[in-house]
């Protein structure tokens, strides 16, 4: 079982929907990273939240680190918000390498 | 300010030969971290780079994988010989900070990767 867990897989909403996406973890953190990737585009940061909520236009991200589980929000779904977002945790070891450990995706389709 | 860039973006090589990607991270960075992805699974940590030292190889999946960092500045991670398994997509990230608090508050930025089919 992977220690970074997401649902769901896949989605398909329709445009102008409130889509959540989760995230279930089972290690200790320091930080927990939400990704974004465009089909056949690079990576990009959305979040990196380490408690609490945080915001950013339409997206919304919140943890619960008692729960080890955090969700990220998208309000008023559009097209262009169709891609894989992917949830990953930093595991600290106390000053070594803080590597990321990344869950499998969830690909979102929102459609017009 | 240019972002993580790799090269090359695509390879497609036969199984045995020998691949080599490269990663040039944000300026000024001294974190380099690689990655990758294989067909249908999640990504999963190489290792990571403190300027030229290597800060952490756990990730490495055996002596066929060498990743150098000389000078500090850009990565190599060569693949001798390739197998079929490790096809995949090779992402490589930067971050700025030294110290090991300064790190667990960075956000680390992503390269496009390098999509490797080894046939």
């Known amino acids: 079982k992977n220690e970074v867990e997401q649902s769901p897989q896949n989605l398909t909403a329709q445009e102008g929907e409130f889509i959540t996406i989760n995230c279930s973890y089972s290690?200790?953190?320091?930080?927990l990273h939400w990704l974004q990737q465009h089909p056949g585009g690079g990576i990009v940061s959305l979040f990196m939240l380490s408690s609490g909520k945080k915001k950013h236009g339409r997206l919304i991200a919140t943890i619960n680190i008692q729960e080890k589980h955090s969700s990220l929000h998208i309000t008023a779904s559009h097209p262009r918000d169709s891609a894989v977002y992917i949830c990953a945790v930093r595991v600290y070891y106390g000053g070594a390498t803080n590597k990321l450990i990344f869950g499998t995706g969830t690909l979102l389709a929102v459609q017009p | 300010e240019a972002g993580v860039t790799q090269f090359p973006s695509h390879s497609v090589i036969e199984k045995g030969q020998t691949v080599t990607l490269r990663c040039d991270p944000i300026?000024?960075?001294?974190?380099l971290y690689w990655y990758r992805r294989v067909m249908g699974k999640e990504i999963k940590f190489l290792l990571h780079f403190v300027k030229e030292s290597k800060q952490d190889e756990s990730g490495m999946p055996n002596n066929r994988f060498l990743a150098e960092r000389t000078g500090g500045t850009y990565s190599t991670l060569k693949v001798q010989p390739a197998e079929l398994e490790d096809s995949g997509v090779y992402f490589c990230?930067?971050?700025?900070?030294?110290?090991?608090?300064?790190?667990?508050?960075?956000?680390?930025?992503f390269g496009p990767g390098t999509r490797l089919l080894v046939l």
């Open positions: 290690v200790g953190i320091s930080a």
């Open positions: 990230a930067s971050s700025q900070g030294t110290s090991g608090y300064a790190r667990i508050k960075e956000t680390q930025y």
């Open positions: 300026s000024g960075h001294d974190n």
